[in-house]
């Protein structure tokens, strides 16, 4: 029996007691086994969840990219490491073998390196799902540059924030993305963001839709010449374990964007572990994982977890429903594409079209579905199962987080039995614990409670960009020595977990983490606007939709109305992006708050889920007789 691969459910449980046993000989010997090292570590872990301060396998010496990339050449430098698979299925297909993989980012490394690039610098990554923005990542691993990928959907201040906090040396864009039928002006976004940007000494900008673009002379570079001038050979950098690998902006319940720093070895261990397993990949198979490198779904099982095991990974630059709505279904077909990973959001949407979409082509190269991001409902797992899956494939509800890098909770095909809505057992190494309100574990099975994890599992990011303070307040101080998650979660009679949701002011919209005070504060830059509260409510497709409480200056004001909503979600497509944008929107004469002067969202929640029989105790509050006013005028 290997630790590395697990094949049954016997196997799963013999080795998830070991690694409870012995969790540093547990992640020693897998990494002993599966990776290449420049130095052993001298200790496996250090851990100190007060401070908090995690280190894996320390003093250990490595680069990820000869992991992903050079380790593979000796016998499967022919086999395909990337499919990319155009927004226009009328575009050809591109291939990259590992060895052509290998040379795209030594060359981009070389580019780097020209372009005064050095170890520890950051660099932004704003790119479309192209094969350049593999290349750019794998090339700051190359060289030991900490890459930070933003979404090439955020807004120029949005991305500005971003490259201010880790003030970023460079960026790497490209002159526009498509996106179905939509062209969108990347290099146009950058230009704005840049103006207030001034750590950014050079933009390197792929060529993709080819339109005119401005470009400032000194800073601005066309990648392909200089790709082209480049030797394809570069010197992996040796890293320690403990060197940022990269950092990925995620949503705070307050204040700016947190960075997420995620560092060497862990990470690679990590990812490929459970790339392995909860996919149960095997030699020449096609792996397609729909997020967008911009998401850490996109980071771990795009390009980290299946490059390092050797695996076919597919990049899809385009959308599901162009040219229509069968475009997931005619991808697998043609790729034969064995695991598919996508989330709920995509799901549904697929669901409310024409089964024809999906029974047009041929579906049965898949194995093994999987899901990430928000809870997956009942009736979009059926419809999951029953009609990609053919009651044949197993379905991976995966758990797991930008802060977890990886996986943590999720079946392991053909061994765990999967129920529906349920992610159910923590994988190898992970020690979940389930909170109660007063803080104490809950032993029993058949629980609600917070979800923790108790012991640190490698990939764990080890702080916040800038900011340690914020990071242990964060994820350290709720509860004492554990992680919390900020989600809440249901245990089963046999232990399985269902995780409900967000229990902090995080709501996940289509499967895209949102903070509501940083959109908060760009609606209050309205000039009209006196104070807004936002809240989530349950939406068909979206899962969660925003709805927004809003208190005009004059609330009397005979403006019209409908002018103001969209200037309001104007205001949040400039500040954030348009996935932002609020569903509804309530102008209100106030806001229901406590004598402290916090707002009850509690109370919104359910006036904006149309749920107000029970509001439960309002006695607390400062102003009832708000409620009322605010239920009378819901939309
Ligand atoms: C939610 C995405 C239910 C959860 C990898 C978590 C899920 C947040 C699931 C992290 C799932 C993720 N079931 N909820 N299978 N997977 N979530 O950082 O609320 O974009 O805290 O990472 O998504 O989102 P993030």
């Not at 790119?127 to 990928?149: D, K």
């Not at 060529?207 to 010449?225: A, F, N, S």
């Not at 630059?317 to 991808?331: H, K, L, S, T």
């Not at 990071?471 to 009679?493: C, L, V, W």
């Given at each position: 029996?290997?630790?590395?691969h697990?094949k049954?459910f016997?196997?799963?449980y ?6 409870l046993?012995?969790p540093?000989s547990?992640w020693e ?6 990776f ?8 496996v872990?250090?851990w100190d969840?007060k401070k908090?301060?995690?280190k894996w396998?320390v003093?250990a010496?490595l680069?990820?990219t000869?992991?992903?990339?050079d380790?593979?050449?000796q016998?499967k ?8 698979e155009p927004?226009?299925p009328?575009e050809?297909v591109?291939?990259y ?6 040379h795209?980012?030594?060359k ?7 372009q005064g690039?050095k170890k520890?610098?950051?660099v932004c990554i704003y790119l ?5 923005l593999?290349f750019?990542v794998?090339?700051c691993a190359?060289i030991g540059a ?5 979404f090439?959907g ?8 971003r490259?201010?906090?880790s ?5 790497i864009?490209?002159?526009g993305?498509?996106?179905g039928?939509k062209?969108i ?9 840049l103006?207030?940007?001034p750590s950014?000494?050079t933009?390197l900008?792929?060529k993709r ?5 401005k ?12 790709t082209?001038?480049?030797l394809?050979?570069?010197p ?5 374990a403990?060197d ?9 319940s307050t204040?700016?964007p947190k ?6 070895a862990?990470?690679m261990v990590y990812?490929?572990y459970t790339f392995?397993n909860?996919?149960?990949y ?5 792996f397609?994982c729909?997020?967008d490198?911009g998401?850490i779904?996109?980071?771990s099982?795009?390009?980290?977890g299946?490059?390092l ?7 899809f ?8 709505f069968?475009?997931f ?10 695991q ?5 959001t ?5 669901a409310k079209e024409n089964?024809?979409y999906?029974?047009?082509?041929d579906?049965?190269?898949l194995?093994?579905?999987?899901t990430?991001?928000?809870?997956i409902n009942e ?7 029953n009609?990609v ?5 197993p379905?991976?509800d995966t758990?797991w987080?930008t802060e977890?890098g990886?996986?943590?909770i999720s079946?392991?095909p ?5 129920k529906?809505t349920?992610a ?7 020690q979940?614990?389930l909170?109660?309100?007063h ?10 409670g ?5 012991f640190p599992w490698?990939?764990?990011?080890r702080t ?9 307040e964060?994820?350290f101080?709720?509860?004492e ?11 089963d009679?046999?232990g399985?977990?269902?995780i409900?949701?967000r ?7 289509s499967g895209?983490?949102?903070?509501t ?8 830059e ?5 104070e807004s509260?936002i809240?989530?409510?349950p939406?068909d497709?979206k ?6 409480f809003?208190?005009l200056?004059e609330?009397?004001?005979?403006r ?10 104007q ?5 954030i ?11 209100v004469?106030g806001l ?6 916090k707002?009850?969202r509690r109370?919104l929640?359910?006036i ?5 029989s029970?509001?439960?105790?309002t ?5 009832p007789e708000?409620?009322?006013?605010i ?5």
């Amino acid at each position: 029996m290997s630790n590395y691969h697990i094949k049954n459910f016997e196997e799963y449980y013999l080795i998830y007691r070991k690694s409870l046993r012995d969790p540093e000989s547990f992640w020693e010997e897998v990494a002993e086994e599966h990776f290449l090292w420049h130095k052993r570590w001298d200790k496996v872990l250090e851990w100190d969840f007060k401070k908090p301060d995690v280190k894996w396998f320390v003093n250990a010496k490595l680069n990820v990219t000869q992991n992903a990339i050079d380790r593979h050449l000796q016998t499967k430098a022919q086999r395909t490491a990337i499919i990319f698979e155009p927004n226009d299925p009328s575009e050809p297909v591109r291939y990259y073998s590992y060895r052509d993989l290998y040379h795209e980012v030594n060359k981009m490394a070389n580019v780097l390196k020209h372009q005064g690039i050095k170890k520890g610098d950051r660099v932004c990554i704003y790119l479309p799902m192209i094969p350049e923005l593999t290349f750019s990542v794998l090339a700051c691993a190359r060289i030991g540059a900490i890459h930070s990928v933003v979404f090439a959907g955020f807004s120029s201040k949005a991305l500005a924030t971003r490259i201010q906090d880790s003030e970023c040396k460079m960026v790497i864009t490209a002159d526009g993305g498509y996106r179905g039928e939509k062209t969108i002006d990347l290099k146009g976004i950058v230009d704005v963001a840049l103006e207030t940007c001034p750590s950014v000494e050079t933009v390197l900008v792929a060529k993709r839709t080819g339109e005119t673009i401005k470009m400032q002379k000194d800073r601005d570079k066309w990648l392909k010449p200089l790709t082209e001038a480049a030797l394809g050979e570069c010197p992996a950098e040796i890293m320690d374990a403990e060197d940022p690998l990269f950092i990925l902006y995620t949503s705070g319940s307050t204040g700016k964007p947190k960075g997420m720093v995620h560092t060497q070895a862990g990470y690679m261990v990590y990812t490929a572990y459970t790339f392995k397993n909860v996919f149960q990949y095997r030699d020449n198979q096609v792996f397609w994982c729909t997020a967008d490198i911009g998401w850490i779904t996109g980071h771990s099982y795009i390009v980290y977890g299946p490059l390092l095991n050797a695996a076919t990974t597919l990049m899809f630059e385009g959308v599901p429903n162009y040219p229509d709505f069968g475009r997931f279904w005619q991808i697998i077909e043609k790729h034969k594409v064995n695991q598919f990973y996508t989330a709920p959001t995509a799901i549904r949407t697929l669901a409310k079209e024409n089964l024809d979409y999906v029974l047009n082509y041929d579906l049965s190269s898949l194995k093994i579905l999987g899901t990430v991001g928000e809870p997956i409902n009942e009736e979009a797992w059926h419809w999951y199962n029953n009609n990609v899956g053919k009651k044949k494939s197993p379905i991976v509800d995966t758990w797991w987080q930008t802060e977890t890098g990886g996986v943590m909770i999720s079946p392991i095909p053909f061994a765990t039995p999967t129920k529906p809505t349920y992610a159910t057992l923590p994988l190898p190494g992970i020690q979940i614990a389930l909170m109660d309100e007063h803080g104490n574990e809950i032993r029993e099975n058949q629980v609600d409670g917070r979800l923790c994890v108790k012991f640190p599992w490698p990939s764990m990011a080890r702080t916040i960009w800038g900011d340690h303070e914020r990071f242990r307040e964060t994820y350290f101080s709720t509860y004492e020595n554990k992680y919390f998650t900020g989600d809440g979660a249901q245990r089963d009679e046999v232990g399985y977990y269902r995780i409900t949701g967000r229990v902090d002011d995080i709501i996940i919209v289509s499967g895209h983490n949102l903070g509501t005070a940083p959109i908060e504060d760009a609606i209050n830059e309205h000039q009209a606007v006196a104070e807004s509260a936002i809240v989530g409510f349950p939406h068909d497709i979206k899962g969660n939709a925003l709805y927004g409480f809003i208190i005009l200056k004059e609330f009397g004001e005979t403006r019209v109305h409908d002018n103001l909503r969209k200037e309001v979600n104007q205001l949040i497509a400039e500040h954030i992006g348009p996935i932002a944008k609020l569903d509804k929107i309530q102008f209100v004469p106030g806001l229901p708050k406590t004598r402290s002067g916090k707002i009850m969202r509690r109370i919104l929640r359910k006036i904006a889920a149309k749920d107000t029989s029970d509001l439960g105790d309002t006695t607390t509050l400062l102003n009832p007789e708000i409620v009322q006013a605010i239920i009378d005028g819901a939309l």
